[in-house]
């Protein structure tokens, strides 16, 4: 009997052992699995749904003002990528220890020193850029995309996740300026890459393309009246993309529940 | 037998849109015969060309919105659009300013706000507008009047101009603008200011043959025109006289007030009425039933307003005219101006709720 017991005993606690460590696979893998899924959540998010350029609308200053040429674009585009990854990562770094009360001037300070070193970066690297994007260099501090984000996700979430949104939304709002960057700079000059070189190094003057021969400039494309206006083409089309989605979507939605109901009966 | 019985109003308005704008735009022919008689077929070509683009525009447009197409697209108020924008170009700018100008007038000013009755400015203003914005060179390429002009800008000449920028005989345009003295011609306007800015004063300035023997050689009869044209709307009940008449009034005083204290350096009142473009502003473009004020003390306060703006856009301002700014600005308010001026509702006390 005991002789019985005792490897039952041992078969039960290698039992249990396996379901143990099935379990912790199993939720190791769910584990992976979340993350996975919050990291294309986040990069959706970033890029389309939650775009800080197109639907949350943030930043309208510098995106609006510095557009005027692809060169402008992409140097304030990657300065505000460097300092919204690296406010996000401190910002929630430090999250357990700073004070609810306090924590807004907290987030405002830390932005504020990592615009300066990005300042200070291309004050020293790409002068020329320094220069035609002028105060909208100093002036990141104050984009709400950036504060934004560090209230509303890296203040509550691990400091890789907070990263990986910092550079999602940060791409986000960069592929926007881009974007009107292009427009605005073939309608007003009829050129692309103007003046890459003050961002690129010398090489760059070959990436110069000239799309179009224009008489005069086009000057409300270079203006911030034809900004907002580029800017409201640019949420129309992806406002009809959205529909177009939906649209599909609801069509798809009525396949899957037929299907549904003939397991169901079966 | 039963009766028809029907509640008020009995008595029904049968004058539909497109009536209204065919009377609107009849009303423009004497100031723009004036114009082809002082400034040659120049502005002919441009109202051709804007009807055209704003034609199919509109029916792009229209079509892609799906809405009823043969009942909007002749209404008239996109053809009356173009009128307008064409009469207000300088008659020798290259062709494609009037194209840019009234697609952008119709698709994105008037179009995109959700067509006619929805747009809140005017679109033929607000076309002026960003052509003078971005095309500052090519929108001051105003051409004196044709008895002060060497070339003989015939139909063809001036129709090569705009297309090429050359005539026939490959005159410029800046070659057309230039008198046998050498000196380029500008508007009476723009010549006033300039000079103004150098020191000179009115009298001396107003030795110019720009200014002819009264106010503005060609500008006062083309003035006098629209004037005519506003007269025959305001009796046909076409227009209300309160916008008109206040806006007349306040640049008056407005110019009296300038005049008397520096007679020097300031034009006279009926310069100011009789050149540029006040009484196409006052008459055609000021009363647009849509961009403008509703009520009758609305219209007043909108008149006034406009009125001193140009007045100060001409004297203060970096452009010569001030009509087109001043009525943009004029459509901005007008919602609130109207939101101030609601009239009394029969029966109630005046400040009841």
Same mark, same amino acid.
């Given at each position: 009997?005991?002789?019985?017991?005792?490897?039952?005993?041992?078969?039960?606690?290698?039992?249990?052992?396996?379901?143990?460590?099935?379990?912790?696979?199993?939720?190791?893998?769910?584990?992976?699995?979340?993350?996975?899924?919050?990291?294309?959540?986040?990069?959706?998010?970033?890029?389309?749904?939650?775009?800080?350029?197109?639907?949350?609308?943030?930043?309208?200053?510098?995106?609006?003002?510095?557009?005027?040429?692809?060169?402008?674009?992409?140097?304030?585009?990657?300065?505000?990528?460097?300092?919204?990854?690296?406010?996000?990562?401190?910002?929630?770094?430090?999250?357990?220890?700073?004070?609810?009360?306090?924590?807004?001037?907290?987030?405002?300070?830390?932005?504020?020193?990592?615009?300066?070193?990005?300042?200070?970066?291309?004050?020293?690297?790409?002068?020329?850029?320094?220069?035609?994007?002028?105060? *909208? #260099?100093?002036? $990141?501090?104050?984009?709400? !995309?950036? +504060?934004?984000?560090?209230?509303?996700? %890296?203040? &509550? =979430?691990?400091?890789?996740?907070?990263?990986?949104?910092?550079?999602?939304?940060?791409?986000?709002?960069?592929?926007?300026?881009?974007?009107?960057?292009?427009?605005?700079?073939?309608?007003?000059?009829?050129?692309?890459?103007?003046?890459?070189?003050?961002?690129?190094?010398?090489?760059?003057?070959?990436?110069?393309?000239?799309?179009?021969?224009?008489?005069?400039? *086009? #000057?409300?494309? $270079?203006?911030?009246?034809? !900004?907002? +206006?580029?800017?409201?083409?640019?949420? %129309?089309? &992806? =406002?009809?993309?959205?529909?177009?989605?939906?649209?599909?979507?609801?069509?798809?939605?009525?396949?899957?529940?037929?299907?549904?109901?003939?397991?169901?009966?079966? | 037998?039963?009766?028809?019985?029907?509640?008020?109003?009995?008595?029904?308005?049968?004058?539909?849109?497109?009536?209204?704008?065919?009377?609107?735009?009849?009303?423009?022919?004497?100031?723009?015969?004036?114009?082809?008689?002082?400034?040659?077929?120049?502005?002919?070509?441009?109202?051709?060309?804007?009807?055209?683009?704003?034609?199919?525009?509109?029916?792009?447009?229209?079509?892609?919105?799906?809405?009823?197409?043969?009942?909007?697209?002749?209404?008239?108020?996109?053809?009356?659009?173009?009128?307008?924008?064409?009469?207000?170009?300088?008659?020798?700018?290259?062709?494609?300013?009037?194209?840019?100008?009234?697609?952008?007038?119709?698709?994105?000013?008037?179009?995109?706000?959700?067509?006619?009755?929805?747009?809140?400015?005017?679109?033929?203003?607000?076309?002026?507008?960003?052509?003078?914005?971005?095309?500052?060179?090519?929108?001051?390429?105003?051409?004196?009047?044709?008895?002060?002009?060497?070339?003989?800008?015939?139909?063809?000449?001036?129709?090569?101009?705009?297309?090429?920028?050359?005539?026939?005989?490959?005159?410029?345009?800046?070659?057309?603008?230039?008198?046998?003295?050498?000196?380029?011609?500008?508007?009476?306007?723009?010549?006033?200011?300039?000079?103004?800015?150098?020191?000179?004063?009115?009298?001396?300035?107003?030795?110019?043959?720009?200014?002819?023997?009264?106010?503005?050689?060609?500008?006062?009869?083309?003035?006098?025109?629209?004037?005519?044209?506003?007269?025959?709307?305001?009796?046909?009940?076409?227009?209300?006289?309160?916008?008109?008449?206040?806006?007349?009034?306040?640049?008056?005083?407005?110019?009296?007030?300038?005049?008397?204290?520096?007679?020097?350096?300031?034009?006279?009142?009926?310069?100011?009425?009789?050149?540029?473009?006040?009484?196409?502003?006052?008459?055609?473009?000021?009363?647009?039933?849509?961009?403008?004020?509703?009520?009758?003390?609305?219209?007043?306060?909108?008149?006034?307003?406009?009125?001193?703006?140009?007045?100060?856009?001409?004297?203060?301002?970096?452009?010569?005219?001030?009509?087109?700014?001043?009525?943009?600005?004029?459509?901005?308010?007008?919602?609130?101006?109207?939101?101030?001026?609601?009239?009394?509702?029969?029966?109630?006390?005046?400040?009841?709720?």
């Amino acid at each position: 009997m005991d002789n019985d017991i005792a490897p039952q005993n041992s078969n039960e606690a290698d039992v249990t052992d396996n379901i143990d460590e099935q379990e912790a696979a199993a939720e190791k893998l769910q584990a992976v699995a979340d993350l996975k899924a919050e990291y294309k959540e986040l990069a959706i998010q970033g890029l389309w749904k939650n775009n800080p350029g197109l639907v949350q609308l943030l930043g309208l200053c510098p995106l609006l003002a510095v557009t005027s040429t692809v060169t402008n674009a992409i140097g304030l585009g990657v300065a505000t990528m460097l300092v919204l990854i690296c406010s996000n990562v401190t910002v929630s770094a430090i999250r357990h220890w700073v004070p609810k009360e306090i924590r807004i001037p907290i987030f405002v300070l830390i932005i504020a020193a990592f615009v300066t070193c990005v300042q200070l970066l291309m004050n020293a690297y790409t002068f020329g850029i320094y220069q035609s994007l002028g105060i *909208f #260099l100093p002036l $990141i501090v104050t984009n709400c !995309a950036i +504060i934004g984000r560090a209230e509303a996700y %890296a203040s &509550k =979430n691990p400091v890789k996740q907070s990263a990986f949104d910092g550079l999602m939304m940060g791409l986000g709002f960069a592929i926007i300026l881009i974007i009107l960057g292009i427009v605005r700079e073939i309608l007003g000059q009829g050129t692309l890459f103007d003046g890459a070189e003050l961002l690129l190094g010398d090489w760059a003057t070959v990436l110069r393309i000239e799309v179009m021969q224009l008489d005069s400039q *086009f #000057l409300l494309a $270079i203006l911030p009246p034809g !900004a907002f +206006i580029a800017m409201g083409f640019l949420i %129309a089309l &992806k =406002n009809a993309i959205d529909n177009h989605i939906k649209a599909k979507k609801v069509v798809d939605k009525d396949l899957v529940i037929e299907r549904v109901r003939v397991n169901f009966d079966s | 037998m039963a009766f028809w019985i029907a509640s008020s109003p009995h008595n029904h308005n049968q004058t539909k849109t497109p009536n209204l704008m065919r009377l609107v735009i009849y009303a423009t022919l004497p100031g723009i015969l004036a114009q082809w008689y002082f400034f040659g077929w120049g502005n002919l070509i441009h109202i051709a060309l804007a009807m055209a683009t704003a034609l199919v525009c509109e029916f792009t447009v229209l079509s892609l919105r799906k809405k009823p197409i043969s009942h909007e697209l002749f209404d008239g108020s996109a053809l009356l659009t173009a009128l307008l924008l064409g009469i207000c170009l300088p008659a020798l700018a290259p062709w494609w300013i009037s194209v840019i100008g009234t697609m952008f007038a119709i698709v994105i000013v008037k179009q995109l706000y959700g067509g006619l009755g929805h747009n809140p400015f005017n679109p033929a203003m607000a076309g002026y507008v960003m052509l003078l914005v971005s095309f500052p060179l090519q929108m001051t390429l105003w051409q004196p009047p044709l008895s002060l002009v060497a070339v003989d800008l015939n139909f063809t000449n001036t129709l090569t101009t705009i297309l090429t920028g050359f005539t026939l005989e490959g005159y410029s345009v800046e070659q057309i603008r230039t008198t046998i003295d050498g000196i380029t011609m500008a508007t009476p306007l723009d010549t006033l200011k300039t000079n103004t800015g150098l020191g000179l004063t009115v009298l001396e300035s107003i030795e110019s043959p720009v200014f002819g023997d009264n106010f503005a050689l060609g500008w006062e009869w083309i003035n006098a025109g629209f004037l005519l044209g506003g007269i025959f709307l305001i009796f046909k009940k076409a227009i209300a006289w309160q916008t008109p008449v206040s806006f007349l009034i306040s640049l008056f005083i407005c110019s009296f007030i300038g005049y008397s204290i520096s007679p020097d350096s300031s034009a006279s009142t009926m310069f100011h009425w009789f050149s540029g473009a006040t009484m196409l502003g006052a008459f055609f473009i000021l009363t647009d039933p849509v961009t403008g004020a509703t009520s009758t003390k609305g219209r007043i306060v909108v008149g006034l307003l406009a009125g001193l703006l140009v007045y100060l856009i001409r004297t203060a301002g970096g452009y010569p005219d001030g009509i087109a700014f001043a009525i943009l600005l004029c459509n901005m308010s007008a919602p609130l101006i109207d939101q101030y001026t609601r009239p009394r509702t029969y029966g109630h006390m005046k400040g009841d709720k």
